[in-house]
């Protein structure tokens, strides 16, 4: 199956909200459809701190990358965080995900991104082994902490 992607925009607004609200579903996160539209519509409309892409058909997608910006002295430039990845369970273990993580850091990188970071809970090795399939690693003596306002 081809991880065809697609830079979202907004008008693919509710396919997207359908994706992000099955995903947080699954993944226990609690948010309102206000809250989730809030944080999309930026990244929709192009403001340069993120950006979402679709997997597979954009009339039908059937997943979605969230990729959001930042700098760093240590990488020496811009960095980037993969902020959520979804791929829907009837699609899954087709190779979507691990072509999505393999494609679009090298274009990224080819753009100017230096790093690019992720977060993945400690018990999922399922994840955890794509994401090191991906070129993911550990960073020995680093773990990310969290600051919420």
């Known amino acids: 199956m081809s991880a065809a992607l697609t830079l979202a925009t907004t008008e693919h607004l509710e396919k997207l909200m359908?994706?992000?609200?099955?995903?947080h579903e699954e993944?226990?996160?609690?948010?309102?459809?206000?809250?989730?539209?809030a944080g999309l519509i930026p990244l929709l409309e192009g403001i340069p701190h993120g950006v979402v892409y679709l997997m597979g058909p954009a009339r039908a997608?059937?997943?979605?990358?969230?990729i959001t910006f930042g700098w760093s002295l240590e990488f020496g430039g811009?960095?980037?965080f993969v902020d959520e990845l979804y791929v829907r369970p009837g699609v899954r273990?087709?190779?979507?995900?691990?072509?999505t993580l393999l494609s679009l850091p090298r274009a990224l990188a080819g753009a100017g991104l230096k790093a690019l970071h992720l977060e993945v809970a400690r018990d999922n090795e399922?994840?955890?082994?794509?994401?090191?399939?991906?070129g993911?690693?550990?960073?020995?003596?680093?773990?990310?902490?969290?600051r919420r306002f």
């Open 18 to 23: 359908a994706l992000v609200t099955a995903f």
């Open 27 to 37: 993944a226990g996160i609690t948010q309102t459809d206000e809250a989730r539209r």
């Open 78 to 80: 811009l960095d980037g």
């Open 126 to 134: 399922v994840a955890q082994r794509l994401y090191a399939r991906a």
């Open 61 to 66: 997608p059937i997943g979605y990358i969230v």
């Open 136 to 146: 993911f690693a550990l960073r020995d003596g680093y773990q990310l902490m969290t």
């Open 93 to 99: 273990k087709r190779g979507v995900a691990s072509e």
